[in-house]
């Protein structure tokens, strides 16, 4: 099965980006919020205290919900940064101290609402969590009890699991309403749900045991054993939720031998029992007693007697022989009642027929077919398994050798595919979406296989569960990677943006209406000049091309990217002058390129040969007779969309393109091309190389993104056409933006300004008849000097940050304005020592 990544983009969901638009700690706000939305609890609420409140987003959500100057005092294991409007301290719940501390800030106060949302160190076994969160649900109910005012409110999450039943019977001898609810923030596959407790009844005695969770989980009611399981399949235990029967208090139950080779069901004994004994009691028991001299009873029965709990299948099998055997030995065997129970073979051949042994006998059978069943189910998964795991090995060789340049992608795909193929590229062509979904690597898309899969067993489940943890763990991590780099990069942020806005259609059609609008997620002139290097296998996908042909042309480009362009045409640029200069500049630039005499035709194949170059071109022949292209490739609105745009932009007054060359790549090929160096037919051919075919189904998005920046066909660059690139782009350099234009403004005015003062003081100073004129002189002198020294503004001086400690993550550390450098601190210390030493040489000197 193929492993699914749905998970880790699944998280990210769309409550955890409005979260951090809206400036939540946690996307846990958004629960509260809806709760409260429903109930309508914090509204009215004066005293508030939120058990296990770290990050702080309940806090937050409190804070901005309750009335003005409320109480809000909030407490968790974690420190928890400081909330406007709320007390927050470090402490454990479920700790005297913890109480002690929140009645130091409450003093005389009550609690209008007390809200708890706390979770153990999940991680642990399920049912181990359930039911530390449980107790950590009567520990909050506890301070509840304590601190809440009459009619007043406990919202609290509980994992869903036997015990709830309890908890929530608990909570209704404590309060009028109670009501369970799972707002829709919180995730489905999340066992969490919500308990909205209101009319808190304050009783004035309450049964310390209600809150102890020995008393309050031990009283759920048991469901039916089952007996059979137990002695036929005692290697698989299930979890024990059943707790303790009515009116029976013990987990230890035994019985003598002798009850057992009487009783007519040996199987519920073994079942439920713990141990059988010889033990003789006060009257005596013949039967025990001779049960206990039988030669048959062995000492390997009487190990097996010992601890019931403790056996396997054969183990079982001993001692329900054991019993036949005794059964023999005292005479009542019995005779076999009705046909469905079997009779054992070798029992049978001895003449036994008729008499009680079925069910040891049936119970053979049905051991055995079931270990056969269970073991050619192993044997299959094992057999899967080893499969998996050495086709996995392979692809993971298969990458490394690629990535060092010993094989191609195609190789890969081919081997990586095999014969069972779980779908077609023809197919993922067909959908665009998929399509492009695909291409950003994102393996979870929603490719419906033609046949539906068929059920995996239970330990495939779990080990694709293996796989998919380990999955979204990377996921996750590089989730995380970029994020952290995003926030370091702001490039690399308005990079993300555009690839997120390029993958959905809608954006682009609204794009096309508004023909040119102001497009926000681009944040600087550079990224607008900038193309893309690493997602030029996402441009192609969105751009329309397939995966199974390449060959029809695409539409042209030039050298600003499609967005950029309709980003500059904007009204707001047309009066600025540097970038109408700037457009004047490419103007001429590109007329300068027109130079090249570059025939449409050939152009296009140039073109369809750079494919993963930033150069793309008209289709002249479709724009002339207006026919079809041959092939009618999925995403055809958006590649209609940029052609449009494009055709507008680059064509010149009569009809022939303006191209634009931006890489020198391109400028080579170009020249090869206009010199008939190269031809079309040898351009198609060079197209077909091994990064024309790549495929990337089932690939990691990190693996992608690194493969695109650095996988890719490496063209020649001539001398020339490197140098004539370099000499456009030290141009287009040279041109201040507009920001720093507005800088320079800044300064000059306040340099006049400072002139100006300067002139109407010295004008004062030689008004002044007192003065001679050297002290006059002497006086401008010293303005002109104060005034020069204050246009020179003090460099502020880098802080040298040593890493770790509190510094330890990304980001400004704690209490430092202005520039940094965070160093190793071991740097540090070597280069304090060079300079120490350097100052002792010059000492001596
Ligand atoms: C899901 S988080 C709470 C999120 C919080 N409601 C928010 O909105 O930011 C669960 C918290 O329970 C805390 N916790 C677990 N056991 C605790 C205990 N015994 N005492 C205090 N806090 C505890 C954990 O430290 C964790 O921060």
Known sequence: MAIQKKHAKARLDKYYYLAKEKGYRARAAFKLIQLNKKFSFLQNAKCLIDLCAAPGSWLQVAAETMPQKSLIVGVDLAPIKPIPKAITFQGDITTDKCRATIRGHLKTW???????????????????????????????????????????????????????????????????????????????????????????????????????????????????????????????????????EEGDWTQF?????????????????????????????????????????????????????????????????VLLRWRLKARDRFGFRQKKEGTHKKADKTEDAEGTQGEEVAVVESMDDEMRMQEEIAAMKDMQNKVKRKERRRENEKKQKEIVRMQMGMTTPSEIGIDAGGPDDTFHLKDVDKDDSIRRSIVRGRMHTQVAPEKPEEEPVDSEEEEDEDGDNLERELDNMYEMYNERRENRDA??????????????????????????????DISSDEDLLEDDDDDDMASNAD?????????????????????????????????????????????????RDSGIDVDSPELNAAEAAEDD???????????????????????????????????????????????????????????????????????????????????????????????????????????EAAAAIKEKLRALNARPIKKVREAKARKTMRA????????????????????????????????????????????????VIRAGGQNKGSGRPRGVKGKYKMVDPRLKKDVRGLKRAEKRKKGKK
């Open 752 to 799: 006049a300004r400072r002139l100006e003062k300067l002139k109407k003081k010295s004008e004062g100073l030689m008004e002044d008849g007192e003065s001679t004129d050297r002290d006059k002189a002497q006086s401008i002198q010293k303005l002109m000097a104060k005034a020069a020294k204050g246009a020179k503004k003090k460099k502020q001086p880098v802080k």
């Open 110 to 244: 009550k609690a209008d609402c007390v809200i708890h949302d706390g979770a153990p160190n999940v991680g642990t076994a399920w049912v181990q969590d359930a039911f530390s969160q449980n107790e950590l649900v009567l520990s909050s109910l506890k301070l509840a009890t304590e601190f809440l005012a009459p009619n007043g409110s406990f919202v609290t999450k509980v994992f869903r699991s036997k015990d709830s039943a309890k908890l929530e019977w608990i909570f209704k001898q404590l309060f009028a309403k109670v009501e369970q609810t799972k707002p829709p923030s919180s995730r489905n596959v999340s066992a969490e749900t919500f308990y909205v407790c209101r009319g808190y009844k304050a009783p004035k005695h309450l049964d310390p045991r209600f809150l102890d969770p020995q008393y309050a989980f031990a009283e759920v009611e048991a469901a039916a054993v089952n007996n059979e399981a137990k002695v036929f399949n005692p290697e698989k235990k299930k979890r024990k939720r059943e707790g303790y």
């Open 613 to 719: 170059e930033d150069f793309e071109s008209v289709d002249e022949d479709e724009e002339e007779d207006g026919s079809e292209p041959e092939m009618v490739e999925a995403g055809e609105e958006d590649s209609d969309w940029e052609e449009g745009t494009q055709k507008k932009a680059s064509t010149d007054g009569e009809g022939r393109p303006n191209i634009d060359i931006v890489t020198a790549e391109a400028m080579t090929l170009a020249h090869q091309l206009a010199s008939g160096k190269i031809t079309k037919q040898q351009l198609d051919d060079d197209n077909f190389n091994k990064y024309s075919h790549r495929d990337v189904f089932g690939l990691p998005e990190w693996f992608l993104d690194d493969e695109g920046k650095h996988s890719r066909a490496q063209r020649p660059v001539s001398k």
């Open 253 to 317: 139950h035994e019985a003598p031998a002798s009850e057992f080779i009487q009783t007519q069901d040996p199987i519920a004994m073994l079942g439920s029992l713990n141990r059988l004994h010889f033990r003789q009691e006060a009257n005596g028991d013949i039967a025990l007693a001779a049960l206990d001299k039988l030669p048959e009873t062995t000492e390997e029965v009487r190990q097996n007697c010992e601890d019931l709990k403790v056996l396997g299948r054969k183990e079982f099998k």
């Open 491 to 520: 490039k690399a942020k308005a990079k993300r943006a555009r690839l997120q806005a390029k993958d959905d259609d809608e954006e682009f059609e609204d794009f096309d209406k508004r023909e040119g609008e102001a497009e926000t």
């Open 543 to 591: 751009a329309g091309e397939g995966f199974t042909t390449d060959l029809q042309p695409k539409a042209k480009k030039g050298a600003l990217s499609n967005r950029a362009a309709a980003f500059f045409q904007q009204d707001i640029f047309s009066g600025i002058d540097g970038l109408d200069e700037e457009d004047e500049n490419v103007q001429a630039e590109k007329e």
